[in-house]
């Protein structure tokens, strides 16, 4: 594993945003949603695809924490241009579980 200092860690803008809406990304070559994340005031509402539908259905989406890179360059996925990189952990079966703060924190909150 390659050590990386400070200062490239603070490179990466990890914000806490809210789920506002999460649909199927029908259009997918695998199967995905589309979320609209709310990262606050600051950023505002950011498109993403995520592969997440073995764990999670849409409506239970709406209204979660996730975390996110905002600031890597924006991406188009088929239709959809993605504005941010919602992460999460492969689990043993190589599902994807969301990276989800444990308690409520105010979107926008970056992770340091």
Known sequence: MQEIGWDDFMKVELRVGRV????????????????????GEEIGVRKSSAQITHHYQPDELVGRLVVAVVNFPRKQIGPLMSECLVTGFHDANGHVALCVPDKDVPPGTRLL
């Open 20 to 39: 506002v809406s999460a649909s199927v990304f029908a259009e997918a070559r695998k199967p995905a949603y589309v979320l609209h994340v709310d990262f």
